[in-house]
């Protein structure tokens, strides 16, 4: 399909535009040092429900100041590892989650301040599913599993009726999210699923296998924890 000069003549501008924001990168736009109150003017990355502990040491905890020719940049560290990696040094972890073996901390953690604990950029369940959501648009993936929800993306994981949010966990007894039966960050068993010293209170004596994560938490729910397991146990009080 032919395009109009005028559409051409926007492309052209649209490209323009979108090479000087990636020329620019790092440019502040007015020049400071390391000893600059940054906070005058970027107060919204110092104040917040959940702020990176960080942000009290300093921004030349984590990145570079520099400025040459009049000209002042305001950069990431770059060091041996990610900047991250630094203070929060990786788990080796037999089954790890892709973005986390990446460092790519920041696709999921604001690194200043979030409204979510654990300064998540959105809700547990909403980041998840950003990815792993299916939608006619998106291909099944050994990498990036999808799963198929109701509409309200409430139920249907791991079998149709099985809540995944909106309800409470009984474990937590927060609210039901991916993260009741997965570890974010990964962990020892396939799919990030959490073993069975990692729920607590448990029930079935620290045993980790997939079936006994699913019947620690419907034991709770339907109050039969003193139900023995599979080995003939009983639940040991605490």
Not at 108 to 122: D, E, F, G, Q, S
Not at 162 to 169: I, K, R, T, Y
Not at 179 to 204: F, N, R, V
Request: aromatic share 4%; net charge positive.
């Amino acid at each position: 399909m032919m395009r109009s000069p005028a559409q051409f003549s926007r492309g052209l501008v649209c490209v323009w535009l979108l090479s000087q924001c990636v020329c620019q990168a790092g440019l502040h736009p007015v020049p400071v040092d390391e000893h600059s109150n940054c906070a005058e003017c970027h107060a919204n990355h110092a104040n917040g429900a959940h702020v990176h502990p960080a942000v009290a040491l300093g921004c030349n905890s984590c990145h570079v100041i520099s400025t040459r020719d009049g000209e002042t940049r305001v950069e990431i560290k770059q060091g041996n590892a990610v900047v991250c990696r630094e203070c929060h040094p990786p788990e080796k972890l037999l089954h790890a989650h892709f973005q986390y073996a990446s460092s790519m901390c920041v696709r999921c953690h604001n690194p200043h301040v979030a409204a979510n604990p654990k300064l998540l950029r959105t809700k547990v369940n909403e980041l998840c599913l950003a990815c792993h959501l299916y939608t006619r648009d998106k291909v099944q993936s050994s990498h990036v599993p999808l799963i198929e929800l109701t509409k309200n993306n409430a139920l249907g994981h791991p079998y149709q009726r099985h809540p995944v949010a909106g309800f409470p966990d009984p474990l937590s007894g927060g609210e039901m999210s991916c993260i009741s039966c997965h570890l974010a960050h990964g962990g020892t068993l396939a799919h990030y699923q959490k073993m069975g010293e990692g729920i607590p209170e448990d029930a079935l004596n620290q045993n980790s296998e997939t079936y006994d994560m699913c019947r620690k938490c419907h034991l709770k729910l339907w109050g039969l924890e003193g139900a023995k397991s599979r080995n003939g146990k009983k639940k040991l009080s605490r």
